[in-house]
């Protein structure tokens, strides 16, 4: 009850801060075209598509089909609803972490600790944050992308739990443990293709069956006003639920983005918020409604699911026994690219509480297990039990990254000044 309490609460300040700061988010779009194609903004591309690789994960596809069966289909508009104002804190906390960034081993860090720390010098808050950050990070929102990778192998392969856990440990090994670059490199290769694919094969399944598509619309917006749906008892309410779905698909306003929008070189500070929030409508208003209306369109009986065992069915629907294994790549690729970006996610934040330790390297070994862990975690847990585990960190960081974004306010005023004189 608290949780659903807060999330609405989260809403009403988006509502507030969209109208104060007169709708800015909305020129995100002018903005991004200038700086990513027009200036060629490289550093920008490259945080850009890492942000993407932390955002777009399985919450975009297994999180959707789930909302649908708690939530049903008005679930998704009020995804929209709360995603359209909620960028605002994204843009605001984006731009924030390029102004309180700092060098660190010679590559740029920063993130909510920093500006906490930076912008009005709260040492206490800004380590409980990272403390919150670390705990979410590898014990609460890892292991959502970790059980979908293995819920998929087991369900088309039949794989033991067991070898997948071994797996994932070998590659987590391989490419989080090499350093940063290789992070980045694998981010860069991996999302334009993941994101392209995926975008492109709903698109073609709703095509394909246009002539329902108004239909799907309306069966939206009429369970989105219905008052059963929306009073049917705050687990299962299509507002709440169609709220969290959206909070946790694009984080916008947890504070998780910006330690990645720290790494970039911009000329102004409020260019890379504008970035940043074309990342989260990429993110919910493109990609989790692609998969939402696909799911729809098909008319399936949703209380006879669980989550990923739903997305698998429908593209066996729709292309055979090859529709399987495209399921199982999208889910795949979309899990670990957010699990190896959310590990750097997690190093940062770790970073700003052990950057002058002499036994930094020992807390950022320890890390990488309590890492590991997480992954254990994520392999033996039932996806609506994980889901439970999201929820609470999700509220652990929005609380307060959200004073930060108050107390910093004036900042973010003074920043906006500066990018239009």
């Not at 709360?82 to 860090?109: D, H």
């Not at 399987?324 to 940062?348: D, K, N, P, R």
């Amino acid at each position: 009850m608290a949780v659903n309490l807060i999330v609405i609460t989260f809403f009403i300040l988006a509502v507030f801060s969209t109208v104060k700061y007169g709708f800015i988010q909305f020129r995100a779009f002018k903005e991004t075209k200038k700086i990513l194609v027009n200036e060629k903004n490289k550093s920008s591309y490259s945080s850009f598509l890492v942000s993407l690789a932390a955002h777009i994960g399985t919450g975009n596809i297994v999180g959707i089909s789930t909302a649908l069966i708690y939530g049903g289909p008005g679930s998704l508009f009020w995804m929209w609803i709360f995603s359209l104002f909620s960028v605002i804190f994204s843009l605001m906390e984006n731009t924030l972490a390029q102004v309180y960034k700092v060098k660190i081993n010679g590559e740029n860090r920063g993130g909510a600790s920093f500006y906490i720390l930076r912008g009005f010098n709260n040492r206490f808050l800004a380590t409980l944050f990272s403390i919150f950050f670390l705990l979410t990070n590898t014990i609460f929102f890892q292991p959502l992308q970790v059980n979908t990778i293995s819920e998929s192998l087991s369900l088309v392969f039949g794989i033991d739990k067991i070898i997948i856990l071994v797996l994932l440990f070998l590659f987590t090994y391989f490419v989080i443990f090499k350093g940063t670059k290789r992070i980045v490199r694998f981010c860069e290769h991996i999302v334009p293709i993941m994101s392209i694919g995926y975008i492109s094969v709903t698109i073609m399944v709703i095509l394909v069956n246009i002539k329902f598509f108004p239909s799907v619309i309306t069966l939206i917006l009429r369970e989105a006003f219905s008052f059963k749906a929306i009073t049917s008892g705050t687990a299962t309410s299509c507002l709440i639920i169609g709220f969290k779905r959206s909070l946790f698909s694009n984080e916008t306003g947890l504070g998780t983005a910006p330690s990645i929008s720290a790494m970039a070189d911009t000329k102004k500070p409020l260019q890379q918020g504008f970035v940043q929030v074309i990342g989260a409508f990429t993110d919910t208003i493109i990609i989790c409604s692609l998969t939402g209306f696909m799911i729809l369109i098909y008319q399936f009986d949703l209380k006879l699911y669980q989550g990923v065992d739903l997305i698998i069915y429908i593209f066996e629907r729709i292309l055979g026994d090859f529709g399987i294994y495209l399921a199982l790549f999208f889910m795949l690729s979309f899990a670990i690219a957010t699990v190896v970006s959310q590990f750097y996610l997690g190093e940062s934040n770790l970073l700003f509480m052990v950057a002058n330790n002499k036994r930094r390297k020992v807390f950022i070994f320890l890390y990488k297990i309590l890492f590991l862990i997480g992954i254990a975690i994520g392999v033996n847990f039932r996806t609506k039990a994980i889901f439970g585990f999201v929820d609470q960190g999700m509220i652990l960081l929005g609380c307060v990254n959200l004073y930060a974004l108050y107390r910093l306010r004036n900042d973010f005023k003074r920043e906006i000044r500066n990018y239009y004189n």
